[in-house]
């Protein structure tokens, strides 16, 4: 939707909620209502065959007027789709199944996919599975462990996982985040894990400190509202949850804007951690420009520290810089002794990596069951 890009935050919220009670409305009698995403409701209702097609006509003239707006009017454009389901083999599977082909096969531009399209047909099944599986919030989490000089885990790192359809594995983030990128699900996964390691928290209290990745298209979509909504649910201390900030957007973490959400997040308790400095072309600025908790080395300039003589003095330019601006350093990517060893000798304080530890898959996350944003 692009009514916040055009009008702002305040007419965007109130044109959602304007919208939404359109809706109610419209569809008083539904089964299921809900938020799926800014542009995207889904609602089931109870009809005859014979009936659909005026409804439908009705539906569209009354939703599509326009809203008015301190004395304006907020202009409405919609695309309506439907598809029939037999109430004698209805199921929340074959429901879910039906809806998501339906909205894939409307050639419109639902998920801005028109560009994709011919790759998305060829991937139907497999998107389908993919997207049915991240939007019931059927994704999981691993834990790895960051540890210190003497071998302590100070905290663990939650990394998304997905299970593999009809099999055992344990799919790892790489292999389905570019997908979710190009359905344009990633902030879905992204809520999913936020909320799924916040309830394991609760689960656990021993466990004292799990970061989440964050990416900046989600600090700055719904991250705050879902974050004040599940911390108000699960009462879990901020102390024990830490962010990782990776600056790979169009939103630079040198924006104001940007350090603002930072600052106000650190000043509510939560630890930022700055992920993979030195990918992306990172700059020095980014080090200059907040004062991170901890900043993590990316792993590219770490694998190869001991023959590799350029890596070696920038990880020792860091441990300099890391005591004048008092941050934590995490080297990546740490696969063995003779790594961490070095590693400990130039002063990098915290490790992770095969060395300290593999990702360990937690099986109780992909049974959590994450808040639909159903309609308010």
């Given at each position: 939707m692009n009514i916040q890009k055009t009008y702002g935050q305040e007419i965007s919220k109130y044109y959602i909620k304007a919208f939404s009670r359109?809706?109610?409305?419209?569809?008083?009698?539904?089964?299921?209502?809900?938020?799926?995403?800014?542009?995207?409701?889904l609602n089931i209702i109870?009809?005859?065959?014979?009936?659909?097609?005026?409804f439908l006509e009705n539906t569209k003239s009354f939703l599509s007027t326009?809203?008015?707006?301190?004395?304006?009017?907020?202009?409405?454009?919609?695309?309506?789709?439907?598809?029939?389901?037999?109430?004698?083999?209805?199921n929340a599977k074959g429901i879910l199944d039906t809806v998501l082909k339906v909205l894939f096969e409307g050639?419109?531009?639902?998920?801005?996919?028109?560009?994709?399209?011919?790759t998305i047909k060829k991937n139907l099944p497999t998107y389908l599975n993919f997207t049915k599986k991240i939007i019931m919030g059927e994704i999981g989490f691993a834990l790895q462990p960051v540890k210190d000089g003497n071998n302590k885990i100070v905290f663990y790192e939650a990394l998304a996982r997905m299970p593999k359809e009809e099999s055992t594995e344990i799919l790892a983030a790489q292999k389905f985040l570019s997908v979710a990128q190009r359905l344009s699900l990633k902030g879905d996964i992204e809520r999913t894990i936020l909320y799924k390691v916040i309830f394991f928290l609760k689960q656990y209290p021993k466990i004292k400190h799990i970061s989440i990745n964050i990416s900046p298209d989600y600090l700055f979509g719904d991250f705050?509202?879902?974050?004040?909504?599940?911390?108000q649910e699960l009462k879990v201390k901020p102390e024990r949850i830490w962010f990782e900030i990776t600056e790979q957007s169009e939103k630079s973490?040198?924006?104001?804007?940007?350090?603002?959400?930072?600052?106000?997040?650190?000043?509510?308790?939560?630890?930022?951690?700055?992920d993979d400095f030195g990918q992306f072309h990172s700059n020095i600025n980014i080090l200059k420009e907040f004062n991170w908790d901890i900043v993590k080395i990316d792993g590219n300039f770490i694998k190869n520290i001991l023959e590799n003589k350029f890596d070696l003095m920038f990880i020792k330019f860091l441990v300099e810089l890391a005591k004048n601006k008092k941050f934590k350093l995490v080297a990546e990517f740490v696969e063995n002794e003779e790594i961490a060893s070095k590693l400990r000798e130039i002063g990098v304080h915290l490790l992770q990596g095969y060395y300290c530890g593999r990702p360990s898959f937690i099986p109780l996350s992909q049974k959590i069951i994450p808040p639909l944003i159903f309609l308010r």
């Open positions: 359109k809706i109610k409305i419209m569809f008083k009698n539904d089964l299921l209502r809900a938020y799926i995403r800014p542009n995207i409701f109870k009809i005859r065959k014979e009936e659909l097609k005026a326009p809203i008015p707006f301190k004395g304006g009017l907020l202009p409405t454009h919609i695309f309506l789709t439907c598809c029939t389901i037999d109430r004698n083999s209805a050639k419109k531009s639902i998920f801005d996919l028109n560009r994709e399209w011919k705050e509202r879902d974050l004040k909504y599940f911390l973490i040198a924006d104001f804007n940007f350090k603002e959400k930072l600052i106000k997040l650190r000043n509510k308790g939560f630890k930022i951690i700055l």
